[in-house]
């Protein structure tokens, strides 16, 4: 007798009539990633627990699109978000560094993640917290693990602004020139890192992002927004040219010089992009 199976709501077989004989079920093959990440669930990232993978993205926030992703929340983070966020950002670096043409070492990214984390750790201590943050994009879509992205951020004034810049582009360029207000009176929430998930890029987050940022500095009342780019980064400079930023100057990084000199043209040279709110 032909036994009539039918499928169920959630797309399961229903069971047989009872004395029926039972097909043995295949098992079902557990899922693969060719990313592994420090926290279960989480999206797919290279991190420095997948030392021995090879990165396949370049440009850290290669994610221009003409949609803005919308299933994304931006928040501020505590402390608590410290290891995925230096996490993400190691990947990020390394990928960009390395490219395509050699994998770092697990001892290099072991480095940089601790630099990454006593940076995070240390974000508020060269001004008041009220004017340093670090936030996280988490995304609404299911099962997709929740951090996106992650930035940190400081408020610069005349009095701070030696963290991030030379006292010539402050005053001379940007106090007076570029944004037309004394370099006592600029003030400019500077974007100092910014990284995106390999998997949710090319998807409009870096907009949703950078917009988020833009509407913080309206409310804390500063002038501008400001970060740099490395110059041969065009697809990060071109987001930015379409978010309404310009490149002000250029910056010679002596620690990437000899890099440089091996081939990795245009790493050792940073843009300022600046936006005036």
Same mark, same amino acid.
């Given at each position: 007798?032909?036994?009539?199976?039918?499928?169920?709501?959630?797309?399961?077989?229903?069971?047989?009539?009872?004395?029926?004989?039972?097909?043995?079920?295949?098992?079902?093959?557990?899922?693969?990633?060719?990313?592994?990440?420090?926290?279960?669930?989480?999206?797919?990232?290279?991190?420095?627990?997948?030392?021995?993978?090879?990165?396949?993205?370049?440009?850290?926030?290669?994610?221009?699109?003409?949609?803005?992703?919308?299933? *994304?929340?931006?928040?501020?983070?505590?402390?608590?978000?410290?290891?995925?966020?230096?996490?993400?950002?190691?990947?990020?670096? *390394?990928?960009?560094?390395?490219?395509?043409?050699?994998?770092?070492?697990?001892?290099?990214?072991?480095?940089?993640?601790?630099?990454?984390?006593?940076?995070?750790?240390?974000?508020?201590?060269?001004?008041?917290?009220?004017?340093?943050?670090?936030?996280?994009?988490?995304?609404?879509?299911?099962?997709?693990?929740? *951090?996106?992205?992650?930035?940190?951020?400081?408020?610069?004034?005349?009095?701070?602004?030696?963290?991030?810049?030379?006292?010539?582009?402050?005053?001379?360029?940007?106090? $007076?020139?570029?944004?037309?207000?004394?370099?006592?009176?600029?003030?400019?929430?500077?974007?100092?890192?910014?990284?995106?998930?390999?998997?949710?890029?090319?998807?409009?987050?870096?907009?949703?992002?950078?917009?988020?940022?833009?509407?913080?500095?309206?409310?804390?009342?500063?002038?501008?927004?400001?970060?740099?780019?490395?110059?041969?980064?065009?697809?990060?400079?071109?987001?930015?040219?379409?978010?309404?930023?310009?490149?002000?100057?250029?910056?010679?990084?002596?620690?990437?010089?000899?890099?440089?000199?091996?081939?990795?043209? $245009?790493?050792?040279?940073?843009?300022?992009?600046?936006?005036?709110?």
């Amino acid at each position: 007798m032909a036994v009539v199976v039918s499928r169920g709501l959630a797309g399961q077989r229903a069971s047989p009539p009872a004395g029926a004989r039972r097909r043995p079920q295949p098992r079902p093959s557990p899922p693969t990633s060719s990313c592994s990440s420090s926290y279960a669930g989480a999206p797919r990232y290279v991190g420095v627990h997948a030392a021995s993978e090879r990165v396949t993205q370049t440009a850290l926030d290669d994610v221009a699109a003409e949609e803005k992703y919308a299933r *994304l929340v931006i928040k501020k983070a505590g402390y608590g978000k410290v290891v995925p966020v230096a996490d993400l950002w190691t990947t990020v670096f *390394l990928e960009y560094y390395y490219g395509l043409t050699d994998s770092p070492s697990l001892a290099r990214r072991l480095n940089e993640f601790a630099y990454f984390c006593t940076m995070l750790n240390s974000a508020t201590t060269a001004v008041s917290e009220e004017d340093s943050f670090c936030a996280i994009a988490l995304s609404e879509e299911k099962n997709s693990g929740g *951090l996106v992205a992650g930035l940190a951020a400081r408020v610069l004034t005349e009095a701070n602004c030696g963290v991030f810049f030379r006292e010539k582009e402050w005053t001379e360029m940007l106090g $007076g020139g570029e944004f037309g207000v004394p370099g006592d009176s600029l003030s400019l929430l500077y974007l100092w890192n910014f990284g995106v998930c390999l998997e949710y890029r090319k998807r409009g987050v870096a907009t949703s992002v950078m917009e988020w940022v833009e509407n913080e500095a309206r409310a804390r009342g500063v002038n501008g927004t400001g970060l740099f780019v490395y110059r041969n980064n065009r697809p990060a400079i071109s987001l930015y040219e379409k978010l309404g930023y310009r490149v002000v100057t250029t910056w010679v990084d002596p620690k990437w010089k000899r890099q440089a000199e091996k081939g990795q043209t $245009g790493t050792e040279r940073k843009l300022l992009m600046i936006k005036e709110l």
